[in-house]
């Protein structure tokens, strides 16, 4: 096992009634709270009004639009907001982009040595942030229990993360419920992006690691059996609750204590999302099975013990590593998820494009062995057309 | 799934060297620093030089000498000490006695209300303490990252608990190489009870928590596989670093989230460490066996289930059923723990004593379903003798 820190300070109420139960008393500490939200499906399915309901003796100030893939110059809106109201406290309603766009707000807002965009482009680090608190609606980026966020800026085309021990939230409030009335594709792209989060602190190689190469198989497990479950009873409490519990904890930093870690799929992902506007979770279950296909032979003993515990298939040989690349790219499909380059109309010469983004970024040698070079990428990519 | 909060701040620094590299830095905010330690064994193995000399630009206080089952008088020599000295940090060096001592100390410091006996007798709540961090020597109880602290009163063969929000510590230094010098007795306690630390959260009855049973289950595996690995090789560095990064998960609050909890095999136990002196794990590996025996109808399909996972013992009769409870007893005693109440010298008398204890503090509905009465626990240890 390798040396590692752990901090996570977040506090998490999860479960039904917990906004009514749990948001007032949390905020009892703060005098002016901006309320953060996305396109307004919050206003829909009564969590808006539960939200407000809590905050009822508080003075409240409104900022709705964070799109998804949060958008610099949207963000940076509410950080002109937020230091002319001066605003003490911000609360994210929403799912990942919401919360990501909530981080980098609340960064930016005490960041006054220069363009807050460095703080993505630059990775300046930055040490007092507005303290903030997340009530999520939509599992998926683990953003709730967690110190990162991926902030877009569409007038470049970019797509970009930051993370900063000061930016987790306060609290976050995970109701289970709060699923309900989102859309399928929201679920399977949830489970894919949690799915994926899972591999990249995982399928590496072997540090003799047992519990936490245990942990994240049974992440794997769970949202192997419960997602397929969830589509078709899209009401059931359980199976909506072991999903948002196995989101969270996909990435809040317990699966990355003392092992390797890729994050290649991520970052090609990323760049295919900020050139070509596709969903985060289809360009990561577009990506994942070429990287799988190419450095098969670095990965091998992971994968093999990957194919093993989570899907049952017992086997040393190219075909069973074949195989077990075959289940995971028919697991993205099965919750409805494309997993060509061609089902989204991107092309060979788009492939130029993306790579030369990395390039251009200095982002040539991804992975955990960091020896996956423009080249390889190329190859990925090419193996996903 | 049941509605929980969780809430851990507590920082981890695991790994070789991390004495030597982290804590410095992390006492950097305090002036007056209380060393406290038990009865000495780390100027015999190193540790006590390497967080001297992590500490030598601060003013120490030694507070040497807290035993086993930290005893109530002992720490309010400490109390008086930090009280006199305007202490302003406490770095607890050692095992769970130590760092539970040094969480009793912390609170009492600031407890004015009254006896600080209270905060254990009735459980009295307080909203400040001193802060204070941790270099853990001996992995077993969990007391590194969680907020629990069980103290003894040996005047009146006492042994009580308490949790309190505020007492978790700020940081804990865990390094696998200080496990290196232990006694294999403390190695064989300390993976016995961390082991039952994960049954009493996991071994009740289901409520579809699949993430939670399948942490549990790979706790309890890994402790299955390295325990005796590290016995028969003790300087095994990954073998310590894996038992030692078990023990902690164990008892952080994570397993426990949205699941019921038994705790009936503590409670029955501190009695018995209280009354007789027998060392803490070990009257857990005697009490458990005959909880599960007595409970085993209430239990069985989480029986059922903890035999299929982490014994890969097929089957649901009786017969599995006893099978399962004595491979769990065995594998105590593959460890060199005796795991009956007459290896101790505990008679049928003496049951009578455990029971009045129990009755006398109104401790009479004991474990998940609070169905565990005074004659059941009578059945249980009649069952161990």
Redesign the interface.
Known sequence: ??????????????????ITE?LSHEVEAYSKIMLCYGGGSIKNNGIYNKVIDALKTKDILEFGGIEANPDYETLMKAVELARNESVDFILAVGGGSVIDGVKFIAAATYYNDGDPWEILSKRVKFTKTLPFGTVLTLPATGSEMNSNAVISRKSTNEKLDFSNPNSFPVFSILDPETMYSLPDTQISNGIIDSFIHVIEQYLTYPV????QD??A???L??LI??GPKLLKNRNDY?TN??LM??ST?ALNG?LR??VPEDWSTHMIGHEITALFGIDHAKTLAIVLPGVLTVLQDVKKQKLLQYGLKVWNINGNDENSIEEIIDVTEGFFQRLGVRTRLKDYKINVHDINKICKRLEDRGYVELGENKNISPDLVRKILESRL
Do not use: Y
Request: charged share 20%; hydrophobic share 35%; proline share 5%.
């Open positions: 096992m390798n040396n590692f820190s752990f901090h996570n300070p977040v506090k998490i109420h999860f479960g039904k009634s917990q749990k003799n690691a047992p519990i245990r942990f198989e049974s992440i497990r769970t059996e419960e359980d609750a072991n519990w196995a904890m317990l204590c003392g």
